[in-house]
């Protein structure tokens, strides 16, 4: 799969000014990444897919975000809601699998966005969810929602739906300065039924067993969905910060400088950038890997980690991309008066990076605060975890 998405890189770095003026990735960009079995990396073997570790969405997330973050943030995101359709009740995967299994489902995890409450047989949903990305090519989108009886009275649970697009309106609404290409449109639900299987509880995808696990035994469905959420995207950041540091040193090793001819390579100050950020990338890449790795050993043997591990992976989810935009904006601020030009690939690179860091995943004030409340004794406020 790695191999496949590197033979991807060149012809999506050609496409990606096209992409963005699409606001969505062509149609022969999707076609390649349906081709090269891409969108199953995390799909069970049982249906077709590749069922690889979790890892596998940072490393083929950062090789695809080194040709186009756009095409790498929603090949990242749509790959991973196959692994997460795995965890909902049997009676849902057939109906998404069964008709066709490259379908693809779009998301939106903003839970204050939609209300609903239960009826017989399972729930009626209403709402108005923004960042839906990838939607447009979606026959599908698991959209979360609070449930709540009418008034609150039995309080409220965080739940998931599983909706098909007849349920749903796109609104075009994405009009941005950074993942431009990604459609992340909103999508609005007015009052729609949705079926008791296709629902699962937040509480249910915590680690362990899930309503799945009696067809997918594999420890990679047994993950905390929303303790590793930021290692979906991350490796996103990754690749768009490694295609930067490349891009600089080709061109620093031929460049001279405008003012007074002298090589930039030879100068110690490019020569200190160029470390700095490495470092921040490396650090970046061990922290992703390494994370989603051991999830992944914990779950074989059947650990769940406790909230204070979980609230470890998201303040590390957070602090890896944040490298990553260190080290994007530190070779932005480098490249003097030729980064400005948006024929050149950097100016793309540096919005992309600030587009990416602006998820609330990475966002390191929420995920430091709720780690620190953690460690002193106090209860988590992510309802999520």
Known sequence: MMANAEALVPRFRDRAARTEELRRPPP?????????????????????GSELDYVALVDIAEILGRADASVAWNLANLASHHWMLAMFDERAQDLVWSRDANAL????????AGRAHRVEGGYRLR????????????EWNMLASVVASDDDADGIEYRIFLVHKNDYRILDTWNATGLQGTGSNDVEVRDAFV????????SDLAGGPTPGSTINSNALYAL???SLFP??????????????????????????STYNRAKLGDLQSTQIKIAEASAKIDAARLIMRSNCIEAMADARRGHTPDMAAKTRLRRDGAFSVNLCTEAVSLLFSASGARALFTTGVLQRQFRDAHAINSHIAFNFDAAGTNYGRVALGLPSENLTL
């Open 28 to 48: 022969e960009t999707e076609r390649d990444l349906h081709d090269a079995g891409l969108f199953r990396i995390v799909q069970p073997r049982r249906v077709g």
């Open 105 to 112: 489902i779009a998301s939106s995890f903003i839970f204050p």
């Open 127 to 138: 709402g108005s969810w923004p960042f839906s990305s990838g939607v447009a090519s979606c």
């Open 195 to 202: 079926a008791e299987p296709q629902t699962v509880a937040v």
């Open 224 to 226: 905390p969905v929303f």
């Open 231 to 256: 290692y979906v995207l991350s490796g996103v950041a990754l690749g768009n910060a490694q295609a930067c540091l490349d891009d600089y040193v080709d061109s620093a090793r031929h460049r001279a």
